[in-house]
């Protein structure tokens, strides 16, 4: 996929597991091919950035022949499944998450006509909130599993079965969803959501238990008991889900010296470490060295702030995104602990958030067009430089974001409004 900085390729680990051997192999080949940077991406996956035309095929051959090739060639999905990072570990699961994510993996491989971004969320542990996801395949008890599927901005339970019979019937689901030629479940029409159902076993069809969807529920725990009482998660997130190949090299190396033989990739575009318990002293000092570099504690306000590439790496953006979104992390403490979050997009597309966010920052001619309460795309209140922003952010904590960026507030000397004060 081309970018500003070159090509994208994507990495698939299987069930977002990566060997340590696997860890440095990406690295390394990140260095080799890419320019040495990479994304982690909200489904769990990784981009190796930099890629020419000239590196992208040996690259691929590096990749596949550490295990980490593409497994289709249709065009569909690479990895069509999402799991807890913790799965497999985690004692509220009633389920074995990581075979029935096999499970689906190889039922999905034998359909064709998938569009690339199907996806088959599978949570454990009941009573979780439903992700956003295609397909949900949700625990409800020992060996009992429900299948939702996303239905415009609700989800719509289709049936309850037993764990070993879910594959069949999400396959089934998939090949019906492929036919009807639409690339998110979410938009079939009410026709169209009928037909699918008919795959289905009609005695097993409930249906129609429609709820609110409430969204992809990230794990956001920095380290806690994974399972059995023999076992403890080390989680680091990536600020803005970047890292560099020598940072994932530190991950390995890190893995490694505290008893863990491989890496979890998570949904909070990080990384969690599983570790014994008894090396806790260990695994303390580990997680404190690597706070330089990685995310380690939940109240940190770069969690609530989405960033993308932009200037430099983005040939689109005029905005050093990515340095931006740091500093407006530093003066935005305050909000995020509110619950308010922010994306600072290089340009109009919006690549790091699609939708809205209580502040949108959008890069234009060196400025950021200030959107309150929209997306990228919405209709800006001013343009200003990011020192103005951070300036108007003090009064946000005191006066709330939309009366801080009213265009009646005097501007700073180096902004301006977009319409007259
Ligand atoms: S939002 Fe614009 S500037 Fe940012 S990565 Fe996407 S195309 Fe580039």
Known sequence: MPTGDGLLARVHPPLGILTLDQARAVAEGARLFGNGHLDLTARANLQIRGVSEATRAPLATWLAARGLGDV?????????????????????????????????ETAGLAIPGLPAKTLVAVEGRPGRALPEADFCVVA???????????????????????????????AALLGAFARTGRRRMRDLSDGEMTVLTEVLPAEKTLVASAQAHRGFAPEREPARPAGGGDLRSVAVDAPFGRCTADALDRIAATAAAIGSDE?????????????????????AAATAALAAEFIVVPDDPRRAIAACTGAPGCASGSTPTLADAARLAAAFG????????????????????????????????????????GAPGDEPAMDLPIEAVLERLGRAEIDGLSAAFAPEITPSACGRTRRPA
């Not at 239905?151 to 049936?159: A, I, N, V």
């Not at 998570?266 to 260990?282: I, Q, Y």
């Not at 994306?343 to 400025?367: E, F, I, W, Y």
Request: proline share 7%; with cysteine; hydrophobic share 40%.
């Open 72 to 104: 289709r060639a249709d065009g569909g999905p690479q990895r069509l499944t999402l799991t807890s990072p913790l799965a497999g570990h985690d004692p509220n699961e009633t389920i074995d998450v990581p075979a029935l994510a096999r499970a689906i």
């Open 334 to 373: 305050t909000l995020a602990a509110a619950g308010h979050a922010a994306h600072v997009s290089g340009c109009a597309k919006g690549c790091a958030r699609p939708g809205a966010a209580d502040l949108t920052l959008v890069g234009r001619d060196g400025l950021y067009s200030v959107v309150i309460g």
């Open 263 to 283: 890496i979890r990739l998570s949904p909070t575009r990080g990384f969690v470490l599983l570790v014994p318990a008894t090396a806790s002293d260990a695994t």
């Open 140 to 170: 409800e008890g020992p060996g009992r599993v429900a299948i939702a599927v996303a239905h415009g901005e609700t989800s719509r339970t289709l049936l309850r079965c037993a764990d070993d019979a879910a594959p069949g019937h999400v």
